[in-house]
């Protein structure tokens, strides 16, 4: 069993501490929230409970079929135990379903169901607001070598069909999610979380939002949203 070291920083959803491991890392999950670059605060009770239940679970499923991430176990209720990574600064958003920032940008209707994912890349800086870039941008400011990013590409299609299948399942809808890359002895391996707070989750049938959307626009019903997703999972929370 490891144990927990010294504290590093925190993070907007997360504590990270060291480990007696050099290579492995603490997570802690907390319940803070923030919205429109941080523009927005304030907490969601148990947010870092069910967000660090459902990355775990989550997290082992795309192991089980063959995508790597940097999950190693779960030390509690709200903390995981991961691989520690060099962090690519570039940030992929999977779209399957018209929302958010596609609205503006394209004019198109919320919930339009887009013909086949889109892939779209954002510089990860929170000082710049995670700008929107492209491949070129990437190359030119060495953020990352092409066969990374063709991985990175690569990753991102195969996750979204085995989420997208287990949350259809689950009767939800996958609308689009982000996903952060890092590399470790060399492997592109899938880093940060997979949460309410990452991804768009709607009710199958009514359209309900089961995700962070609801912390944004003030819809209420955020604790009991993201506890019906785990439970959806089949979670035991």
């Known amino acids: 069993m490891v144990k927990k070291g010294e504290f590093l920083y925190e993070g907007k959803a997360k504590r990270v501490y060291r480990t007696d491991n050099p290579e492995l890392y603490w997570l802690e999950f907390k319940d803070d929230a923030t919205a429109f670059d941080g523009k ?39 903390e995981l135990l991961v691989k520690g990574l060099e962090i690519i600064p570039v940030e992929i958003v999977v779209r399957n379903i018209v ?31 995670d700008p929107m870039i492209n491949e070129y941008h990437i190359d030119s400011m060495g953020w990352a070598e092409q066969d990374v990013v063709d991985e990175m590409k690569e990753k991102s299609v195969k996750i979204n069909e085995i989420l997208k299948k287990r949350f259809q399942e ?13 590399l470790h002895r060399g ?23 089961l995700d962070k959307d609801r912390f944004r626009r003030d819809m209420g019903g955020i604790e009991e949203a993201y506890r019906e997703v785990c439970q959806r999972l089949g979670l035991d929370v």
């Open 187 to 209: 492997k592109v391996l899938l880093g940060d979380e997979i949460s309410p707070d990452t991804c768009r989750f709607w009710d199958q049938e009514t359209k309900k939002k």
């Open 99 to 129: 929302a958010g920032s596609l609205v503006k940008r394209l004019g198109v209707e919320e919930g339009t169901v887009l013909n086949k994912p889109v892939l779209e890349f954002y510089y990860k800086s929170d000082e710049l607001n």
């Open 170 to 182: 689950a009767g939800i809808l996958l609308v689009d999610f982000k996903l952060e890359y890092g």
């Open 40 to 78: 927005k605060k304030g907490t969601i009770t148990d947010k870092g409970y069910y967000n660090a239940q459902m990355s775990a679970y989550l997290f082992n499923l795309l192991e089980e079929r063959g995508v790597q991430t940097h999950f190693v176990e779960k030390l509690s209720e709200r």
